[in-house]
């Protein structure tokens, strides 16, 4: 499902769709690892999740991915209702494009008429679960891990520019999604971690060196560590 980009020589690559853009309106032993911005942290307690989606399926996949997160939150609660209402708020409106979520408590800024999280049907069961755990991330407040200022991918930046400015996506966005670092004392820092899942994945010819890297399905160590000491119970 993800989107087909040329590059110059007629060489074709999948490339992941590009999210986290709000609605308009609006690598040793285990080592934490990650990236997230603790101004946008929710507080301690109990965070409404509204599920407004077309099919059982679906529905399940985004509790379990959810599930997984909380695991590792010790300072949230989760309460899973049906419907629209809620501090976060999760669609699959297919009027709307691409997967994407308001980053931690952004999702205030959202009106409440409209999601603050869309995910995009897929049949893929596998890949829909694991790109509901990315969004979710994001709803939690962690930031792109191939965005980390730690990071040591050998970005060619001509071939990541050219593979997604030909799928239509403004360059802008691609520098934003892609290859800035974001920077701050307002950021949680930690080693640099490909197996997270709030990295994208991307094929060897978009770097210097052939090193591109798989697709993540699940949350990794570092994802888990991160999230608790985002999170972690106040003393």
Same mark, same amino acid.
Not at 30 to 40: E, H, N, Q, S, W
Not at 111 to 134: I, V
Not at 142 to 164: C, F, K, M, R, S
């Given at each position: ?8 020589? #007629? !060489?074709?690559?999948?490339? %992941?769709?590009?999210?986290? =853009?709000?609605?308009?309106?609006? &690598?040793?032993? +285990? ?77 205030? #800024? !959202?009106?409440?008429?409209? %999601?603050?999280?869309?995910? =995009?049907?897929?049949?893929?069961? &596998?890949?829909? +679960? ?97 999230? +608790? ?7």
């Amino acid at each position: 499902m993800n989107p087909t980009a040329q590059l110059s020589g #007629n !060489v074709h690559f999948p490339l %992941p769709p590009l999210d986290s =853009e709000t609605p308009t309106s609006a &690598r040793t032993g +285990r080592t934490k690892r990650g990236l997230a911005d603790t101004t946008k942290r929710w507080p301690a307690g109990v965070i409404t999740v509204a599920i407004d989606l077309r099919d059982q399926k679906s529905k399940a996949l985004v509790i379990d991915a959810i599930r997984e997160w909380a695991h590792n939150t010790p300072a949230l609660q989760f309460r899973v209702v049906d419907g629209r209402e809620g501090d976060i708020r999760i669609s699959d409106d297919p009027g709307i494009k691409r997967n994407w979520s308001a980053i931690g408590t952004d999702a205030k #800024n !959202v009106p409440l008429s409209e %999601p603050t999280m869309h995910l =995009e049907r897929l049949d893929d069961s &596998r890949e829909f +679960r694991a790109n509901a755990l990315h969004e979710f991330g994001h709803a939690l407040g962690l930031l792109h891990e191939h965005q980390n200022p730690e990071h040591d991918i050998n970005w060619d930046i001509d071939a990541v520019y050219e593979g997604y400015t030909s799928e239509h996506f403004p360059k802008e966005l691609v520098y934003s999604q892609f290859l800035k670092l974001p920077v701050g004392d307002h950021l949680l820092v930690t080693r640099y971690d490909s197996k997270s899942i709030m990295h994208y994945d991307f094929p060897d010819i978009v770097t210097l060196d052939g090193r591109g890297v798989g697709a993540n399905t699940h949350l990794s160590e570092g994802d888990k560590a991160i999230v +608790r000491k985002l999170y972690k119970l106040p003393t």
